[in-house]
């Protein structure tokens, strides 16, 4: 992040349509008690630098996210440590941009929290994983070694890199599971950070009183968690140990993304949002009223539900006129449609009535996320609730407090 970061990598989820939880096989249920490989004592023998861990990793297929854990005390680390540990902060702390790509968000640290005894903030940090090679770079010209022997690292990421780390930064990454560490990081984000982590939207199908309210996320079980990424995945989660990925779908952040900066010539995430906010899908759509001239109530389909996604696009003319900021809308919408609706299936082949909505895609997008809580309310007659986390919605980049803490031997205890 120090110099402009150039290489991209080529960590393309694997290609396929949406599919839905029939055509998917449920996954083995998985136990996160089981989550960490190496036994307590091995992480500890794997630490070199200061006498705890102080950074995670969650390498995904667009971002890659990083947490630091500054202690509020550095006194009793050794001298070469508290040398170590200012060269860091200075820079991490020195700025809140590294390089052309690096950002760190502010808004979402954390304070007062507690790793292995000490008290401390934590820093989220974020850039897009095409600019590992330069954050190897970065790594190795600050010397992250002398940190630790091993940081903790999750996402796909975590695997693609692990031999360049080993190899070029002298850093061993601890891999975790990246939905092992999702669902965990919920648990710990509801549970720890925070009054009124959750909300929902009320009155989703009414905009002018459409509102954020809190949500009481005590005793959620059972519920769906739809992350956003690049891709989509589904999970079942029936308590705190248990949950399986129900399903799946190709057309996710990364397909908005990218059919975006296709459609549009944006660059970034920000600005196919900003153009998405000042356009109107209905002149790219085809709804059902363009094809009924009005609702088609035998099936309940009021005429201005979209019939067909782009569907105005096979007029030439429509195309000539089609304004950029139409297309973004048009994009964000059917991708955030789709989603909404393979998620409302998964819901009712579970028997779920919660829907937890996380992933970067949810990111400055209010958008997606009333429009999710309208699908959610109005295709299930208001027996499904829409739910959105206060953090950003990125609680992946949590986790890595789970990953930190759980380095030395740290119990999830309930409070
Ligand atoms: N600054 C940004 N740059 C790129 N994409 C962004 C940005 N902010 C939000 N996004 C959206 O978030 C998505 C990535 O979300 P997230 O970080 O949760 O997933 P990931 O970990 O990269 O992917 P996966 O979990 O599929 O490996 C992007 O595809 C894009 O839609
Ligand atoms: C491959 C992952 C799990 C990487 O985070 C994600 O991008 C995803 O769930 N993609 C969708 C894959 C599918 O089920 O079609």
């Known amino acids: ?27 083995e249920d998985n136990t996160l008690g089981k989550m960490r490989k190496g036994s307590p004592d091995s992480f500890c023998d794997l630490r070199g630098g200061p006498s705890m861990p102080l950074f995670g990793m969650d390498i995904g297929g667009t971002l890659t996210k990083l947490v630091y854990f500054e202690p ?34 502010v808004h979402l640290e954390m304070k007062e929290q507690n790793i292995c005894g000490r008290q401390g903030r934590i820093h989220f940090i974020r850039f897009p994983t095409s600019q590992m090679p330069a954050f190897i770079d970065l790594a190795k010209y600050r010397k992250f070694s002398g940190l630790a022997s091993g940081i903790c690292a999750t996402g796909g990421g975590a695997y693609m890199f692990e031999d360049v780390f080993e190899s070029e930064v002298h850093l061993q990454l601890h891999k975790y599971d990246e939905l092992d560490s999702l669902v965990k990081g919920i648990h710990y984000i509801d549970r720890y950070n925070l009054n009124s982590e959750c909300y929902y939207f009320c009155n989703p199908l009414d905009p002018s009183s459409c509102e ?74 085809k709804l059902v009223k363009d094809i009924y001239g009005g609702d088609y109530n035998k099936f309940g389909l009021k005429g201005d539900a979209v019939a067909s996604s782009f569907g105005q696009m096979m007029s030439k003319e429509k195309r000539k006129s089609a304004k950029k900021e139409d297309l973004a809308r048009a994009t964000l919408v059917t991708l955030t449609n789709n989603i909404g609706s393979i998620a409302r299936m998964c819901a009712k082949t579970e028997k779920i009535e919660r829907v937890v909505f996380v992933g970067n895609f949810l990111r400055v997008n209010t958008i997606s996320m009333k429009l999710l809580a309208f699908a959610m309310e109005y295709w299930s007659n208001g027996s499904l609730k829409a739910l959105f986390l206060e953090h950003e919605v990125c609680i992946r980049i949590a986790i890595c407090k789970i990953l930190l803490s759980q380095c030395l031997d740290f119990r999830f205890v309930d409070p």
């Open 1 to 27: 992040m120090d110099q402009k970061l150039s290489n991209g990598h080529a960590n393309d989820p694997p290609s396929s349509n949406g599919h839905q939880d029939s055509s998917q096989p449920v996954q």
């Open 72 to 105: 509020d005390n550095i006194d009793d680390f050794d001298q070469a440590e508290q040398q170590t540990l200012r060269t860091i902060h200075r820079y991490l702390m020195g700025s809140t941009a590294y390089g052309t790509t690096g950002i760190r968000d």
């Open 212 to 285: 954020k309210m809190p949500f009481n996320f005590q005793d959620p079980y059972p519920y769906l968690v739809v992350n956003i990424g690049s891709g989509v995945s589904i999970l079942s989660v029936r308590s705190k140990s248990q949950y399986s990925r129900v399903s799946g779908t190709s057309l996710g952040g990364g397909t908005f993304l990218g059919l975006c900066c296709l459609l549009t010539g944006c660059e970034t995430f920000e600005e196919a949002i900003e153009l998405a906010s000042r356009g109107d899908s209905e002149n790219i759509d």
